[in-house]
């Protein structure tokens, strides 16, 4: 059985589909997820709709591979490696995408193409933030959330409850992480965030972007 990836709080309607297997392992979603990021602009939605043929993924970290592929009226994003797939994609751990390998000079074109699929421009850091809001703030134990952009000193305040749990980061890491393109744990794990809270509101955030992430 296939499923539509989540569209992006916010995108507009319509635009080509991103359809994965709703048994979907954990690497298949984030290519999904990466891939529908593109649906917030005009410019991501046309690239998608010109996708022709089929490109592997692969994990920098892991075995895990994965499929992208035209079918009609979209992508579908598949487990495993085809054997006719003439290029390979790489995704590193912060989730930047680099061209592996390409048997030719049309397969690299679509390789490369990929590789800006998966990582899109995307709309301020301040809009994602309201997205990433609406995907996680029923999550249990979710604490309201204070994110400072070190770069500039502004700030979002998102969530009502007491004793908000806060983010400090430069405007492309917040971005990162709102948009679900990085985990939060590696991001603070990497020096990327200063952080204020308890471990239980850690906790919980990790949770969060995990499930804008993967869609979980």
Known sequence: MTVDAVVPPGAPPGGAAIRRAAD???FVRLVSHLLSLNLWSENGRAVLADFDGAVGV??????????????DGGLGVE????????????IGPAGRARVFTATSAEHRDRAERT???LDPALPPWQDLALFFWSAVRELRGMPSLRLVDTGTGEEVSLGGTPDPYEIHGDAEALTRLLAGQEFFADT???GGFRILGTF???????GASMRVMWDV
């Open 115 to 117: 590789v800006r699929l």
């Open 200 to 206: 239980s509101q850690f906790s919980v955030v990790c």
């Open 79 to 90: 487990h495993g490696l085809t054997a006719a797939t003439g290029a390979v994609v790489e």
């Open 24 to 26: 979907a392992t954990p």
């Open 58 to 71: 692969r994990s920098a970290g892991s075995p895990q591979k994965a499929t992208v592929r035209a079918v």
């Open 188 to 190: 603070v794990f990497a």
